[in-house]
């Protein structure tokens, strides 16, 4: 068995415990981060392991800025 374990709140994992084999997906919700590099650790906890293992996994992105926006006047000739 395994849990996992994250505190960025910016990320939300579709489960936290299980049993392996099995897949955990990760979802980023943006809304009110600025533009900037984000990054996090997901920590893994497995104790049926003799004395306990974890593993951490990065997780990370970029909100980029918006490009300006360039407005030119149009004239007709």
């Given at each position: 068995t395994w849990q996992a374990?994250?505190?960025?709140?910016?990320?939300?994992?579709?489960?936290?415990?299980?049993?392996?084999?099995?897949?955990?997906?990760v979802t980023v919700d943006t809304t009110g981060l600025g533009p900037g590099v984000y990054s996090t650790n997901i920590l893994f906890l497995?104790?049926?392991?003799?004395g306990g293992s974890s593993e951490a996994v990065t997780v990370g992105f970029t909100i980029s800025p918006e490009l300006p926006r360039?407005?030119?006047?149009?004239t007709r000739h």
């Open positions: 374990f994250e505190t960025a709140p910016w990320l939300q994992l579709n489960k936290t415990s299980g049993a392996t084999i099995d897949q955990v997906t497995t104790p049926d392991i003799p360039i407005f030119l006047p149009f």
